[in-house]
Protein backbone atom coordinates (compact mmCIF):
# COMPACT_ATOMS: atom_id res chain seq x y z
CA UNK A 1 0.00 0.00 0.00
CA UNK A 2 1.39 3.80 -0.98
CA UNK A 3 -0.41 6.59 0.32
CA UNK A 4 -0.38 9.53 -2.59
CA UNK A 5 -0.05 13.09 -1.62
CA UNK A 6 -1.19 15.97 -3.70
CA UNK A 7 -1.57 19.52 -3.79
CA UNK A 8 1.80 21.16 -3.82
CA UNK A 9 3.22 23.67 -5.61
CA UNK A 10 5.15 26.69 -5.90
CA UNK A 11 4.42 29.54 -3.15
CA UNK A 12 6.00 32.84 -2.00
CA UNK A 13 7.21 33.36 1.30
CA UNK A 14 4.01 33.53 3.65
CA UNK A 15 1.98 32.45 1.16
CA UNK A 16 -0.34 29.63 1.94
CA UNK A 17 -1.08 25.90 0.33
CA UNK A 18 -3.00 23.06 1.26
CA UNK A 19 -2.61 18.89 0.72
CA UNK A 20 -4.63 16.47 0.52
CA UNK A 21 -4.19 12.53 0.85
CA UNK A 22 -6.69 9.67 0.53
CA UNK A 23 -6.44 7.37 2.92
CA UNK A 24 -9.15 4.62 2.85
CA UNK A 25 -11.15 3.68 6.14
CA UNK A 26 -9.15 0.60 6.24
CA UNK A 27 -5.92 2.57 6.67
CA UNK A 28 -6.59 5.44 8.72
CA UNK A 29 -8.15 2.82 11.16
CA UNK A 30 -4.62 1.06 11.83
CA UNK A 31 -3.05 4.32 13.31
CA UNK A 32 -2.24 8.01 13.34
CA UNK A 33 -2.22 9.71 9.80
CA UNK A 34 0.33 11.83 9.19
CA UNK A 35 2.67 13.87 7.15
CA UNK A 36 6.39 13.77 6.98
CA UNK A 37 8.83 15.80 4.47
CA UNK A 38 12.25 15.30 2.94
CA UNK A 39 14.15 18.09 2.19
CA UNK A 40 16.96 18.10 -0.65
CA UNK A 41 20.09 16.42 1.24
CA UNK A 42 18.06 15.18 4.73
CA UNK A 43 16.77 12.87 6.25
CA UNK A 44 12.62 12.53 5.88
CA UNK A 45 10.85 14.16 8.79
CA UNK A 46 7.94 14.22 10.91
CA UNK A 47 5.62 17.12 10.22
CA UNK A 48 2.06 16.10 11.64
CA UNK A 49 -0.12 13.89 12.70
CA UNK A 50 -3.58 13.35 13.49
CA UNK A 51 -4.97 10.70 15.70
CA UNK A 52 -8.04 8.00 15.04
CA UNK A 53 -9.57 9.90 18.05
CA UNK A 54 -8.93 13.27 16.70
CA UNK A 55 -5.76 13.99 18.63
CA UNK A 56 -3.03 16.32 17.03
CA UNK A 57 0.96 16.52 16.76
CA UNK A 58 3.14 18.75 15.41
CA UNK A 59 6.80 19.26 15.05
CA UNK A 60 8.32 22.65 16.46
CA UNK A 61 9.08 23.70 13.20
CA UNK A 62 5.51 24.26 11.95
CA UNK A 63 3.49 24.72 15.23
CA UNK A 64 1.17 27.54 14.80
CA UNK A 65 1.62 27.42 10.95
CA UNK A 66 0.21 24.12 9.40
CA UNK A 67 -2.48 22.48 10.54
CA UNK A 68 -3.56 18.90 9.82
CA UNK A 69 -7.27 17.67 9.29
CA UNK A 70 -9.55 15.45 7.83
CA UNK A 71 -12.80 14.74 6.03
CA UNK A 72 -14.34 11.65 7.11
CA UNK A 73 -16.80 11.72 4.53
CA UNK A 74 -13.95 11.99 2.13
CA UNK A 75 -11.97 9.61 3.68
CA UNK A 76 -9.20 12.39 2.86
CA UNK A 77 -6.60 13.93 4.80
CA UNK A 78 -5.01 17.61 4.50
CA UNK A 79 -2.37 19.62 5.72
CA UNK A 80 -3.22 23.57 5.68
CA UNK A 81 0.12 25.32 5.10
CA UNK A 82 0.00 28.57 5.97
CA UNK A 83 3.08 31.31 6.42
CA UNK A 84 5.31 29.48 4.41
CA UNK A 85 8.96 29.86 5.05
CA UNK A 86 11.82 28.83 2.28
CA UNK A 87 13.02 25.94 4.48
CA UNK A 88 9.67 24.81 4.13
CA UNK A 89 10.30 23.56 0.70
CA UNK A 90 10.38 19.75 0.24
CA UNK A 91 9.16 16.60 -0.81
CA UNK A 92 5.54 15.93 0.87
CA UNK A 93 4.22 12.56 2.49
CA UNK A 94 1.65 11.05 4.03
CA UNK A 95 1.51 7.77 5.51
CA UNK A 96 -0.03 6.18 8.73
CA UNK A 97 1.97 4.94 11.69
CA UNK A 98 2.24 6.20 15.17
CA UNK A 99 1.43 9.69 16.77
CA UNK A 100 4.81 10.70 17.42
CA UNK A 101 5.65 10.12 13.81
CA UNK A 102 8.31 7.70 15.10
CA UNK A 103 7.53 5.18 12.58
CA UNK A 104 5.23 4.32 9.87
CA UNK A 105 3.65 1.39 8.18
CA UNK A 106 3.41 1.90 4.77
CA UNK A 107 5.89 2.29 1.99
CA UNK A 108 6.07 5.76 0.83
CA UNK A 109 4.60 7.14 -1.92
CA UNK A 110 5.75 9.34 -4.81
CA UNK A 111 5.22 12.82 -2.52
CA UNK A 112 4.00 16.21 -3.50
CA UNK A 113 6.62 18.89 -4.00
CA UNK A 114 6.23 22.06 -2.18
CA UNK A 115 8.58 24.78 -3.48
CA UNK A 116 8.82 27.93 -1.04
CA UNK A 117 10.02 31.30 -2.76
CA UNK A 118 11.82 33.62 -0.90
Known amino acids: VQLQASGGGLAQAGGSLRLSCAVPKTISSRGAVGWYRQSPGKQREFVATLTKGGSTNYADSVKGRFTISRDNAKNTVYLQMNSLKPEDTAVYYC?????????????WGQGTLVTVSS
Open 95 to 107: NVGSSEGHYVTYS
